[in-house]
């Protein structure tokens, strides 16, 4: 018996390994084709259903399809109503690998994994090399379905095991609930499919029995969009209720219109090929829900809304000024462009604040924040950076052309002064982790510090925006001080290192950290020069 259950793990084992081989070979031949995707979703549900079957199909995951879409909700690249679109197309997509799994190709797994294995090792183009780790990925996985069946066929003999599995054909509950608890041990839905199959395969479960726990795969999926939200904004734990909600509902439906759903998968399946008919009771639930769901689509979204209620601060990641149909009137577009580097600049700064707050308490949801809307920086700077190299194009007086060339190397600052913030951040999570601390002395110093540096910031980015020449040589000033108190605090601080009041390790975090803060002053008083007409 010990025997027969190790086998059933070592399928089990090869079966996931196969599906992730395939997966990652997937996602090679991808390349970033499914990140374009993403970026040109369209407001319509029914592309976001489009979208969420190729990509779920591609990556043989609704898991990870459902994740990557809570963490662009998160983000605020996606609104909720988008994302429930991508959630039910993912359900749909991910029973690809079941129909695959479905084919009697068991005569051919060597085949698949002796022809995958020579192109995956031998094959010097890329595509031929990633085509071959998708066959050899697929044939491990039909090896380990292969196994699991032949293990789990002795158990046709044990008649408390048989019984037990015929009461989801009586209470469709217990069966849900089944694979439901199967599907979030193994964070798979398509690997719990797998088992089904092959138990099936092996006159354990007859269809009445085995569609109940496909439904409660498909429920117990959700686990891993419920995961990825536990830390997210209340926008991306919207994505998750939807998805759990979706599938639940969908599942109830189907249990109450069990006798017809059975008949309709027994119509359109192959007489007498229970794995057929599985695999096609698992696409037929996931296509007839979203033929249900997405008329209502608003409807749902809304509900979800009232059950999550509150409203969320999310920062776009998408430029809010930039248009390109003002790069003809290239003083309207200048305007546009000021804008949106002074919205920059201004998160830059925000990110700053929380950095240098950070290091005085060592808030670890200042650094997360800091760490999540860095990037939001970053993304601004290329796309403000494109638009200008666009502007470029267009005939300009010699007033706009000085301005065009201050803003884009304020841009550059700007994102430097994002990145410092970055830095001091992850310095702060590293001395919160290791247990260092600084002096009551260093406290105070880099207390000051902080104020000045925030100060000398905070004038540079007023002055850009408002063209005030007084706030830049304020901001020069300012700047002009962090770099003489700087060099003071660096003299006291190894004067309290040779008198041992600080230790070595809380000596070196301290060096890193004025000199971030420096150079979050120095690019602010490049930006005060570009003001003032100095670069």
């Known amino acids: 018996m010990y025997i027969l259950f190790f086998a059933f793990l070592g399928g089990l084992a090869l079966l996931l390994y196969g599906m992730q081989l395939m997966s990652d070979g997937m996602q090679k031949v991808a390349e970033n084709r499914l990140q374009r995707l993403f970026e040109v979703l369209a407001g319509r549900v029914m592309y976001g259903v489009l979208l969420g079957t190729v990509v779920a199909a591609v990556l043989q995951s609704s898991g990870i399809t459902t994740i990557m879409t809570v963490s662009m909700v998160n983000a605020g690249l996606m609104t909720l109503k988008q994302a429930f679109g991508i959630v039910m197309g993912a359900n749909l997509g991910t029973t690809v690998t079941a129909q695959l799994i479905a084919f009697k190709v068991t005569d051919f797994v060597t085949v698949f994994i002796a022809l995958g294995f020579v192109l995956n090792i031998l094959a010097k183009g890329k595509k031929l090399k990633y085509s071959g780790q998708i066959m050899l990925g697929f044939g491990i996985m039909m090896l380990g379905m292969q196994m699991m069946g032949n293990s789990v066929a002795p158990l046709r003999k044990y008649q408390g095991f048989v019984d037990f599995i015929a009461t989801f054909a009586d209470n469709p509950l217990i069966g849900l609930l089944a694979g439901t608890v199967m599907t979030c041990v193994v964070q798979s839905s398509t690997a719990t499919i797998g088992i089904l199959m092959a138990m099936a395969g092996q006159g354990l479960i007859p269809l009445e029995g085995a569609i109940p726990v496909m439904l409660g795969d498909n429920v117990g999926t959700c686990i891993t969009s419920v995961l990825a939200s536990l830390r997210a904004n209340r926008a991306a734990k919207r994505v998750a209720y939807s998805h759990v909600l979706y599938n639940l509902i969908g599942s109830v439906i189907f249990i109450i219109f069990m006798g017809w759903f059975v008949d309709f998968v027994l119509y359109i399946s192959p007489e007498g090929d229970i794995a057929r008919q599985i695999a096609n009771s698992h696409t037929a639930f996931n296509l007839l829900s979203t033929v249900i769901f997405l008329p209502i689509a608003s409807q749902f979204v809304a509900f979800i809304e009232l059950l999550v209620p509150g409203k969320d601060v999310v920062i776009s990641r998408k430029p809010l000024f930039l248009d390109v ?71 300009m007086s010699t007033d706009l052309a000085a301005i ?19 830095t001091i951040a992850k310095k702060v999570r590293n001395m919160r982790e290791d247990g260092v601390e600084f002096s009551p002395v260093a406290h105070e110093e880099l207390k000051h510090l902080s104020s000045l540096v925030l ?68 690019h602010s008083k490049n930006i005060s020069q570009l003001v003032l007409g100095e670069f």
């Not at 065009?404 to 970055?422: K, P, Q, Y």
């Not at 300012?478 to 041992?500: C, G, I, T």
């Open 325 to 395: 149909n003002m790069l003809g009137t290239p003083s309207l577009a200048m305007q546009l462009a000021t804008k949106e580097v002074v919205r920059m600049g201004n998160m830059a700064w925000h990110n700053v604040e929380l950095a240098l707050s950070a290091i005085e308490d060592r808030d670890s949801k200042k650094v997360a924040y800091i760490l999540e809307h860095e990037p939001v920086v970053d993304i601004l700077e290329e796309e403000i950076t494109k638009y200008l190299t666009q502007m470029s194009e267009k005939q």
């Open 455 to 522: 100060d000398a910031s905070s004038k540079a980015l007023k002055a850009l925006e408002t063209n005030d020449r007084d706030l830049a040589r304020a901001s020069l000033a300012a700047s002009h001080e962090v770099k003489l108190y700087q060099k003071e605090m660096r003299k006291n601080h190894v004067a309290r290192l040779n008198d041992k009041i600080c230790n070595p390790a809380a000596g070196f975090v301290m060096l890193e950290l004025l000199i971030n803060m420096k150079r979050v002053s120095d």
């Open 404 to 422: 065009h060339t201050g803003l884009l190397h304020a841009c550059n600052d700007i994102e430097r002064i994002g990145d410092h913030a970055e």
